[in-house]
């Protein structure tokens, strides 16, 4: 009898007990679409590099340097004429050149450029203020030199007779020169064809009994 009931209890379905099953939490993913919208606009990756302008000025040229001669010698900088502004001394003598480049890349490219090409000229960087309170002329300015001393408006106006210009610029000045002083006129003209006409027409014409030379300016 004890055999049957060990035989019996053998064939009873046997229930399987389960452990439960660990509850983890949700892996994070790393894509920005699931969960929480993040801001992009903080992750570097994925902006463009913002350089920003940068400010060179160069020493060294000649006395009749225009903005061209400047551009053609960093080609590949990326400047234009609106990036030359021409710096003067009292005397209206061309001492450097200021730069506006478009990004530290450009900038770096000019000063190889002129470490290889021209090794009288010095290339260095200045502050966007020195450039904010240089004075552009633009190739719209032309200096008279040698106007004679007894010299009034009127008989400037007269030499420029026949020119484009703004009779309300008109500039005279006084700056010193051997043997003696000499005198100078300023003038403004509407376009950079209208001062180089000027000068092309006027240059080496007479202002009473002098002879006046003129100079666009850059």
């Excluded at 200045?126 to 719209?140: A, C, E, F, I």
């Excluded at 010299?151 to 030499?159: G, I, M, N, S, T």
């Excluded at 064809?193 to 007479?206: E, G, H, L, Q, V």
Aim: charged share 20%.
């Amino acid at each position: 009898m004890s055999k049957l009931r060990l035989l019996g209890s053998a064939l009873k379905p046997r229930v399987l007990t389960l452990n439960p099953i660990p509850r983890f939490p949700p892996r994070r993913s790393l894509s920005t679409t699931e969960g929480e919208p993040q801001d992009s606009s903080n992750d570097s990756f994925l902006q463009p590099p913002n350089e920003g302008l940068v400010f060179g000025r160069v020493t060294g040229i000649g006395r009749n340097t225009l903005k061209t001669d400047v551009i053609h010698f960093f080609e590949g900088c990326n400047l234009s004429a609106d990036d030359v502004k021409v710096e003067y001394n009292r005397a209206y003598n061309p001492v450097g050149v200021l730069l506006q480049f478009p990004s530290r890349s450009s900038f770096d490219m000019a000063v190889r450029q002129t470490i290889r090409k021209g090794r009288l000229y010095k290339m260095e960087k200045v502050n966007r203020s020195q450039w904010d309170l240089m004075t552009s002329y633009d190739g719209k300015a032309v200096l008279l030199q040698g106007i004679p001393r007894n010299a009034l408006q009127e008989d400037v106006e007269r030499f420029l007779h026949g020119c484009n210009y703004d009779p309300s610029t008109f500039q005279t000045f006084v700056r010193p020169g051997f043997p003696d002083p000499i005198r100078l006129a300023l003038i403004h003209f509407p376009t950079r064809n209208d001062a180089m006409n000027a000068f092309c027409i006027k240059n080496r014409s007479f202002c009473l009994n002098n002879s006046i030379t003129m100079r666009v300016l850059q």
